[in-house]
């Protein structure tokens, strides 16, 4: 695959990111702030929640699209500075290898609940 067409993958995928972003986060903080209320949270509150299926699998979704967009974002900033294809290429694996961390750092915490 041509380094052109990459980019081009990338950059849609950053926009996919953004339009799936917006519900999530909206639909996020309505169920958080509106239906069950932040002002009687409890860890309890929040674990019993977790462990439902549909609420667990929201989360990770929003985990996932929120990170990917920002890291898409990050990345395409970082690629107008690389000036030779050897520092695009560790910048690019640098941000992947961060990427995965923040990933597994969001679901270790999600997993706290379970």
């Known amino acids: 695959m041509t380094s052109s067409l990459i980019e081009l993958r990338l ?3 950053q926009r996919y990111t953004a339009f799936l972003a917006l519900p999530l986060v909206m639909l996020h903080i309505v169920l958080q702030y ?5 002002d009687t949270t409890t860890f309890d509150a929040v674990s019993a929640r977790t462990r439902m299926a ?3 699998g929201l989360d990770v979704l929003l985990l996932a699209t929120v990170t990917a967009h920002a890291f898409l974002g990050l990345r395409s900033i970082f690629m107008d500075y690389a000036k030779n294809p050897i520092a695009a290429r560790r910048t690019s694996v ?13 679901l270790a915490a999600l997993a706290a609940f379970l």
């Not at 509106?34 to 932040?38: A, P, Q, W």
């Not at 640098?94 to 961390?101: D, Q």
Request: hydrophobic content about 75%; aromatic content about 30%.
């Open 34 to 38: 509106f239906v069950f209320g932040i």
């Open 11 to 13: 950059w849609r995928w």
């Open 94 to 106: 640098l941000i992947a290898a961060t990427f995965a961390g923040v990933i597994l750092y969001g």
């Open 54 to 56: 549909v609420f667990l």
